[in-house]
């Protein structure tokens, strides 16, 4: 609203008053006291009396901001009109309100790709293989060459957005950007070194190898030439060249030439060979350097011995069948029999051998093994065939038929007639039968030997001084029976009865039946009542390996064996037992197992003869065996049965190089004297 006056009134002049009061609007011609009042100027006093103090006074006509008190919403940009305002949207914004943003995407022009609408403008989201704002180009990966251009030649594109690297040779990966490392596969043998290099490696080799993978050996490597000697390769490496040092000579330098500086005296000839050298003696001296007189040269040893010059002197090496200074006697090697199991020794004194003539039931060189008689099988009619060295004929030679019923002989041979003991009574025919027989009987007569007389005790049946009982039986026939003294048995009493069946004959003595007793036939060796006694324990031959069996008895007291006798040994052992001071023996005899190489009982167990020290001398090691020893005597410097007699090692070439004096013979020991300086070295 615009006022085209403004007039204050009730003031008065000389009345000194402040008006305050505010004002919105628009304003023109303010008077006071009828005066204008000049309100544009800054704070006056005008003649009208009024002191105006101005305050946010315009000139013009304004009106209100209309956009500060009520903006507009959304994204809108408000204009302010006369007490009024105008709201319109912002560029990319509609609506009623401007909060919905346009669609830039509305006739877009992507090509070969997707439309993505941003505010007040739009993207292209190209398609896989394009590229370009708008996506109309094709995109080739290559064209920033992606391959690395010291390892590939070319880059090509797969489309639709890939590409591939041709890589060099050397190089690998997608881009080529790895050098391939050739050393990964280990190419360098021998010890050589790798070095990785573009497409290729490079082998540093050892000092013995040479070529593209250090596998050619240098020929010198191995040191071919020997004592000191200087090793030349070819220029192919084929072949090699040794230069040696004086005394020495070969391919390798390996031989001495031990003649440089023989030692050999009384005109003898130096002859070299491969491992020293020797002296070939003048006719009358022998030694390593033909320093002693041969005595052997009137070959003073007879029967082809083996002549050695001693001292002053020779020693005949008889054979073995020779003895003697000169081996002119015989050895009979039949005093010391060498045959076993009582054969006997014959020595043939022509070709100074022996030969063992065998017992029955042995054989052998020395007749010292068994015939095993039962093979093939001489008994017969299936009679079993026990051997002699089966209990209990083990003392004897030969075999045993053991015979089935109803046969007999030595070999089983024979049938055993049963009717030649005229088994039948009362003039019966006897039928002979395989093991057995059959009696036909005669009438008034009955049983297996028609011993049954029917008429009763009239015909005297009962046998052997039997008593004879007659009775009648039910139906009044007339029978009897017989009680029978001690010793018999049977209806007639006819029967022995077999005292033998509960014997006691004992070391495999045989029990001979007889009338209510029995007696029992002994083994050799063996006696007594029951056998029981041995005679003589040696019989059986127990000492094994040559040992002597001496009979001792069963008491080691010489009394008890004078009161007993000395085969009565149940006597020996049971007064031995009662008598102080007396020890009963394990067995009746003992083994002398002297000079056998075993002991024991029986002279069974093997001796060790190496347990006994200083058995081998000078340090040589000692070797059990059956019954013996041996020594070996390597490395002692020394020989013999029992390394006692010491080797003269210098009766061969000296084994001692380049000018060393040999010491010491017996531990071949060598002190080599080089540069001054004594040094010591072992030949072994």
Same mark, same amino acid.
């Given at each position: 609203?615009?006022?085209?006056?403004?007039?204050?009134?009730?003031?008065?002049?000389?009345?000194?008053?402040?008006?305050?009061?505010?004002?919105?609007?628009?304003?023109?011609?303010?008077?006071?006291?009828?005066?204008?009042?000049?309100?544009?100027?800054?704070?006056?006093?005008?003649?009208?009396?009024?002191?105006?103090?101005?305050?946010?006074?315009?000139?013009?006509?304004?009106?209100?901001?209309?956009?500060?008190?009520?903006?507009?919403?959304?994204?809108?940009?408000?204009?302010?009109?006369?007490?009024?305002?105008?709201?319109?949207?912002?560029?990319?914004?509609?609506?009623?309100?401007?909060?919905?943003?346009?669609?830039?995407?509305?006739?877009?022009?992507?090509?070969?790709?997707?439309?993505?609408?941003?505010?007040?403008?739009?993207?292209?989201?190209?398609?896989?293989?394009?590229?370009?704002?708008?996506?109309?180009?094709?995109?080739?990966?290559?064209?920033?060459?992606?391959?690395?251009?010291?390892?590939?030649?070319?880059?090509?594109?797969?489309?639709?957005?890939?590409?591939?690297?041709?890589?060099?040779?050397?190089?690998?990966?997608?881009?080529?950007?790895?050098?391939?490392?050739?050393?990964?596969?280990?190419?360098?043998?021998?010890?050589?070194?790798?070095?990785?290099?573009?497409?290729?490696?490079?082998?540093?080799?050892?000092?013995?190898?040479?070529?593209?993978?250090?596998?050619?050996?240098?020929?010198?490597?191995?040191?071919?030439?020997?004592?000191?000697?200087?090793?030349?390769?070819?220029?192919?490496?084929?072949?090699?060249?040794?230069?040696?040092?004086?005394?020495?000579?070969?391919?390798?330098?390996?031989?001495?030439?031990?003649?440089?500086?023989?030692?050999?005296?009384?005109?003898?000839?130096?002859?070299?060979?491969?491992?020293?050298?020797?002296?070939?003696?003048?006719?009358?001296?022998?030694?390593?350097?033909?320093?002693?007189?041969?005595?052997?040269?009137?070959?003073?040893?007879?029967?082809?011995?083996?002549?050695?010059?001693?001292?002053?002197?020779?020693?005949?090496?008889?054979?073995?069948?020779?003895?003697?200074?000169? $081996?002119?006697?015989? #050895? &009979?090697? /039949?005093?010391? *029999? %060498? +045959?076993? @199991?009582? !054969?006997? =020794?014959?020595?043939?004194?022509?070709?100074?051998?022996?030969?063992?003539?065998?017992?029955?039931?042995?054989?052998?060189?020395? $007749?010292?093994?068994? #015939? &095993?008689? /039962?093979?093939? *099988? %001489? +008994?017969? @009619?299936? !009679?079993? =065939?026990?051997?002699?060295?089966?209990?209990?004929?083990?003392?004897?030679?030969?075999?045993?038929?053991?015979?089935?019923?109803?046969?007999?002989?030595?070999?089983?041979?024979?049938?055993? *007639?049963? +009717?030649?003991?005229?088994?039948?009574?009362?003039?019966?025919?006897?039928?002979?039968?395989?093991?057995?027989?059959?009696?036909?009987?005669?009438?008034?007569?009955?049983?297996?030997?028609?011993?049954?007389?029917?008429?009763?005790?009239?015909?005297?049946?009962?046998?052997?001084?039997?008593?004879?009982?007659?009775?009648?039986?039910?139906?009044?026939?007339?029978?009897?029976?017989?009680?029978?003294?001690?010793?018999?048995?049977?209806?007639?009493?006819?029967?022995?009865?077999?005292?033998?069946?509960?014997?006691?004959?004992?070391?495999?003595?045989?029990?001979?039946?007889?009338?209510?007793?029995?007696?029992?036939?002994?083994?050799?060796?063996?006696?007594?009542?029951?056998?029981?006694?041995?005679?003589?324990?040696?019989?059986?031959?127990?000492?094994?390996?040559?040992?002597?069996?001496?009979?001792?008895?069963?008491?080691?007291?010489?009394?008890?064996?004078?009161?007993?006798?000395?085969?009565?040994?149940?006597?020996?052992?049971?007064?031995?037992?009662?008598?102080?001071?007396?020890?009963?023996?394990?067995?009746?005899?003992?083994?002398?197992?002297?000079?056998?190489?075993?002991?024991?009982?029986?002279?069974?167990?093997?001796?060790?003869?190496?347990?006994?020290?200083?058995?081998?001398?000078?340090?040589?090691?000692?070797?059990?065996?059956?019954?013996?020893?041996?020594?070996?005597?390597?490395?002692?410097?020394?020989?013999?049965?029992?390394?006692?007699?010491?080797?003269?090692?210098?009766?061969?070439?000296?084994?001692?190089?380049?000018?060393?004096?040999?010491?010491?013979?017996?531990?071949?020991?060598?002190?080599?004297?080089?540069?001054?300086?004594?040094?010591?070295?072992?030949?072994?």
């Amino acid at each position: 609203m615009c006022l085209s006056s403004f007039i204050i009134p009730g003031y008065f002049s000389g009345v000194s008053s402040l008006m305050i009061g505010l004002m919105k609007g628009c304003i023109r011609n303010i008077t006071f006291n009828n005066y204008n009042i000049p309100y544009l100027d800054d704070d006056t006093t005008n003649s009208s009396g009024v002191t105006i103090y101005r305050n946010t006074v315009k000139a013009g006509c304004h009106g209100d901001n209309i956009c500060d008190l009520d903006p507009c919403k959304g994204h809108a940009e408000c204009h302010d009109l006369w007490n009024l305002r105008e709201c319109t949207c912002l560029p990319g914004w509609e609506g009623f309100d401007c909060l919905k943003s346009i669609d830039d995407c509305v006739g877009h022009q992507c090509v070969f790709g997707t439309c993505v609408d941003w505010h007040i403008n739009y993207t292209c989201q190209c398609d896989l293989g394009y590229r370009g704002l708008l996506c109309d180009q094709i995109y080739n990966p290559c064209d920033v060459n992606p391959c690395l251009m010291e390892g590939s030649v070319n880059c090509s594109l797969v489309f639709p957005a890939e590409y591939k690297c041709l890589c060099k040779a050397g190089w690998s990966g997608k881009n080529c950007s790895q050098d391939v490392n050739e050393c990964e596969s280990s190419p360098c043998l021998n010890g050589g070194t790798c070095t990785d290099m573009v497409d290729g490696y490079k082998c540093i080799c050892t000092r013995d190898y040479f070529g593209e993978w250090c596998d050619q050996v240098n020929v010198c490597s191995s040191q071919p030439c020997f004592n000191g000697g200087t090793c030349t390769a070819n220029d192919l490496n084929t072949h090699f060249t040794c230069k040696c040092l004086p005394q020495y000579s070969g391919n390798n330098c390996e031989t001495y030439d031990f003649c440089y500086n023989n030692a050999c005296i009384n005109n003898a000839t130096c002859v070299f060979n491969s491992s020293g050298y020797s002296c070939k003696c003048a006719s009358g001296f022998f030694g390593v350097h033909c320093e002693f007189v041969d005595f052997c040269a009137s070959t003073p040893c007879a029967n082809n011995g083996f002549c050695r010059n001693v001292l002053e002197t020779f020693q005949c090496d008889c054979g073995v069948h020779f003895s003697g200074k000169t $081996c002119e006697s015989v #050895i &009979n090697h /039949c005093d010391k *029999n %060498p +045959c076993k @199991n009582g !054969a006997d =020794c014959l020595f043939n004194e022509t070709e100074h051998t022996y030969s063992c003539q065998c017992a029955e039931g042995f054989f052998g060189l020395h $007749c010292d093994k068994d #015939i &095993n008689e /039962c093979l093939p *099988n %001489p +008994c017969q @009619n299936g !009679a079993t =065939c026990i051997e002699s060295n089966l209990t209990p004929w083990k003392f004897f030679p030969g075999y045993h038929c053991e015979c089935l019923t109803g046969y007999q002989g030595d070999k089983c041979e024979i049938e055993v *007639n049963e +009717c030649s003991s005229t088994p039948c009574q009362n003039n019966a025919t006897c039928h002979d039968l395989i093991g057995s027989y059959q009696c036909e009987c005669l009438q008034h007569f009955s049983g297996v030997n028609c011993q049954t007389d029917l008429r009763g005790c009239s015909s005297n049946p009962c046998q052997n001084n039997a008593q004879c009982v007659q009775s009648l039986t039910a139906d009044q026939q007339l029978t009897y029976r017989c009680i029978c003294v001690e010793g018999f048995m049977g209806d007639l009493c006819a029967v022995n009865i077999d005292d033998c069946a509960n014997h006691q004959c004992v070391n495999s003595g045989v029990c001979v039946d007889g009338i209510n007793s029995y007696t029992c036939t002994c083994l050799p060796g063996y006696s007594g009542i029951y056998c029981e006694t041995q005679i003589d324990a040696c019989f059986s031959q127990p000492c094994k390996h040559g040992g002597k069996c001496l009979y001792q008895g069963l008491c080691s007291c010489d009394e008890v064996a004078q009161i007993c006798g000395w085969q009565n040994e149940t006597c020996e052992e049971e007064l031995c037992k009662q008598t102080k001071g007396c020890e009963v023996y394990m067995a009746s005899y003992s083994c002398d197992c002297a000079n056998t190489g075993f002991d024991g009982a029986v002279c069974s167990d093997d001796i060790d003869e190496c347990v006994n020290t200083g058995v081998c001398e000078h340090g040589g090691i000692c070797v059990n065996t059956q019954g013996n020893y041996t020594c070996n005597c390597q490395h002692t410097g020394f020989k013999g049965d029992r390394c006692e007699r010491d080797i003269d090692e210098c009766a061969g070439p000296n084994p001692c190089f380049n000018g060393g004096e040999m010491l010491l013979y017996s531990s071949r020991i060598c002190y080599c004297c080089t540069i001054c300086t004594q040094r010591k070295f072992e030949l072994f």
